[in-house]
């Protein structure tokens, strides 16, 4: 009688399949035009899930129990945006 709770998982899953890459393409347009420089943007863009990948992947190799003291102090551990000229502290 009710709806299907998997139908209403892929109702979800079908905007998000569509914001997302636009807004990704938003966030580069706003470093190309920052940088005036497609290299730079791209590297920039692409350094910052992977720093953020290895800010999660070492304290999950390393056994560690997370708290949320670990998850409020591991943005700053993420070095691609901190770095001086990239975003202002």
Known sequence: ????????????????????PVVMLVI???????????????????????AASGGILAPALS???????MLRYLPPLFPAPRRPGITRD
């Open 63 to 69: 056994h560690l129990t997370w708290s949320l003291l």
């Open 28 to 50: 580069w347009l706003l470093l190309y035009s920052t940088f005036k420089s497609v290299r730079l943007s791209l590297l920039i863009f692409l350094a910052v899930p992977v």
């Open 1 to 20: 009688m009710g709806v299907d709770p998997d139908a209403r998982d892929l109702e979800a899953v079908h905007p998000a399949s569509l914001i997302t």
